[in-house]
């Protein structure tokens, strides 16, 4: 029997003895609620080429139509921003498969209006389409996320320390620590960073940008995953594979390797157009739980829960 079951035992058994007047001073206790925040991370979220053609014929609320629900039920939402948010005209709408300009991605500007509706309110920017309109395109991106009210961490132009996102969620503290292969410093900064936010009592999440697209983890990119948990991370999620690679447990922690796409345009085999979602449950001490929540990438561009 818990504290608050026995109080209201007591209360219940004083009621048939005490004066009516008295029994309200052994009403039930209500308990502070023990701090905690249920967040989900997603993959790759990419809004040009026919995502962004989709967005322009049916509004970007139809991206979102059939997993809205779901992601409004968390605390937070957290992916990869997969490229800028400029004024810029696409360059990738309509180019070939193969071309340069089919990989060179810049994203409507109702973009961040539209991430904040679906509660992905935090994203990370430390990736290798970030920079596709130069640094004028990331510091734009940076002001449509800022004025629409969302976090963002792993922003190349910042000093190695100031590329955390530090919140709290449901009274945990936590820290967002970005790796990225292509825009961070060295590796060994990005550990000690971890190092510092976890010496601070923080739970501290690394969301890292790494790999080789469509194959399983690289050697390095295991070692590195380890190397953040030794430092002190709670758990490990990767991006950037395009597909969903394997989970290991580590030092009793969760080690993601990527996700996969969350939003993207790609539909050629089941392994680039299935991804996953990651329901984590955080508390002060780190990780409690994990859940994974299997996605489908529609070919109407759609993002649904898969059955």
């Not at 009516?20 to 997603?42: D, K, M, N, Q, T």
């Not at 970030?130 to 940076?142: D, M, P, V, Y």
């Not at 820290?175 to 990225?180: A, T």
């Not at 709670?234 to 580590?250: A, D, L």
């Amino acid at each position: 029997m818990g504290l608050a079951e026995f109080l209201a035992t007591l209360s219940a058994l004083f009621a048939g003895l005490l004066p009516s007047h008295a029994v309200a001073y052994f009403a039930p206790v209500s308990l502070p609620r023990e701090p905690e925040a249920r967040i989900i991370f997603g993959g790759d979220m990419m809004f040009d080429r026919s995502i962004r053609t989709a967005m322009a014929a049916q509004g970007g609320e139809y991206l979102f139509s059939c997993i809205g629900d779901f992601l409004a039920d968390a605390d937070l939402v957290v992916a990869n921003l997969e490229g800028p948010i400029t004024v810029n005209l696409s360059r990738s709408v309509g180019s070939g498969v193969g071309v340069p300009d089919n990989y060179i991605f810049t994203f409507p500007t109702s973009t961040a209006p539209l991430l904040f509706a679906h509660n992905i309110r935090l994203v990370s920017i430390g990736n290798n389409h970030i920079l596709n309109f130069s640094r004028a395109g990331l510091r734009e991106t940076k002001q449509h996320l800022s004025e629409a009210g969302i976090a963002f961490f792993g922003d190349p132009d910042a000093l190695e320390g100031e590329r955390v996102a530090r919140l709290e969620v449901g009274g945990v503290p936590l820290s967002f620590v970005n790796w990225s292969d292509w825009t961070s410093d060295k590796p060994d900064h990005t550990v000690a960073q971890v190092s510092v936010e976890a010496r601070e009592g923080r739970v501290v999440v690394v969301y890292a940008h790494w790999g080789e697209e469509y194959v399983e983890p690289l050697p390095r990119v295991r070692a590195l995953a380890h190397q953040f948990i030794d430092a002190g991370a709670s758990i490990v999620i990767g991006s950037h594979p395009h597909i969903v690679q394997e989970r290991e447990v580590y030092r009793e922690k969760d080690i993601y390797y990527s996700l996969g796409n969350f939003i993207f345009d790609q539909y050629w085999n089941d392994a680039v157009s299935h991804g996953l979602l990651l329901d984590v449950m955080f508390g002060r001490e780190g990780v409690r739980s994990t859940r994974e929540i299997p996605i489908e990438l529609m070919r109407d561009r759609r993002t649904c829960l898969s059955s």
